[in-house]
């Protein structure tokens, strides 16, 4: 199986700071991440996603860094703006072998921006 | 350009009722997916259709049912409702094997 955890359940930064959320992983056999944000009241949105055979990848403002070596992969926000104040969660896919695989969340933490 | 609309927002349902939730997309997606959210809990699979026609069990099926009649309709049925049904309920939708595009959520409350 697959247990995927977030380091801190709630993470405060001051606008315009740049924002880390970690998480960890489980299975070395996962081989494909995202990062999801949710808002309150909606529901998830994809933000990146990440393969394994890459060690990085960057959108617009946002960066996911994969160590496959500890498990570990972060998402890092530039310029954090209060906008970006929800709980972010990450993901793993396991057994892509099969007709869906297995997706597993983490808890989420909690991201809150303050002026 | 609506994406995935789910209804209702929120439900409340005595213990041994029955509730059918609905999901629509537009964006022709072939994966659709039903999961329940809880508090400190990530969210868990519990049926998904890889097309229409088709469904399957995900991680936590038991106490539901799904359809997929048509490709851009999912429907989530509860057959006889459980307090541990309680929960917030996504619907989602995706061109690929995980999911894109996620409803505004239905809130159910069982008592």
């Known amino acids: 199986g697959e247990s995927v955890g977030l380091h801190l359940p709630t993470l405060s930064v001051q606008e315009g700071d740049n924002s880390i959320i970690n998480c960890a992983y489980s299975?070395?056999?996962?081989?494909?991440f995202i990062w999801y944000k949710q808002e309150s009241g909606k529901g998830p949105q994809f933000i990146i996603d990440?393969?394994?055979?890459?060690d990085k990848r960057q959108g617009q403002r946002v960066t996911v860094l994969l160590n496959k070596t500890v498990k570990h992969l972060s998402l890092q926000i530039a310029a954090t703006q209060p906008g970006d104040s929800a709980v972010y969660f990450c993901?793993?896919?396991?057994?892509?072998?099969?007709?869906?695989?297995?997706?597993?969340f983490g808890r989420g933490t909690q991201l809150t921006v303050w002026p | 350009n609506a994406g995935v609309t789910q209804t209702p927002k929120f439900r409340v349902l005595k213990t041994g009722q029955s509730m059918t939730l609905l999901c629509a997309q537009d964006?022709?997606?072939?994966?659709m997916y039903w999961y329940r959210q809880d508090p400190g809990m990530g969210l868990r699979l519990i049926h998904y259709?890889?097309?229409?026609?088709?469904?399957a069990k995900g991680e936590v099926p038991d106490g539901y049912n799904v359809s997929r009649l048509k490709k851009q309709n999912f429907l989530l049925g509860l057959e006889s409702a459980a307090p541990s049904q309680t929960s917030v309920y996504f619907c989602?939708?995706?061109?690929?094997?995980?999911?894109?595009?996620f409803g505004s959520g239905t809130r159910l409350t069982v008592v």
């Open positions: 989602a939708s995706s061109q690929k094997q995980t999911p894109d595009t």
């Open positions: 299975n070395s056999a996962s081989d494909y």
């Open positions: 990440i393969r394994s055979n890459m």
């Open positions: 993901a793993s896919l396991y057994d892509r072998g099969s007709t869906l695989g297995r997706l597993y």
């Open positions: 964006m022709n997606h072939e994966y």
């Open positions: 259709s890889v097309g229409e026609g088709t469904t």
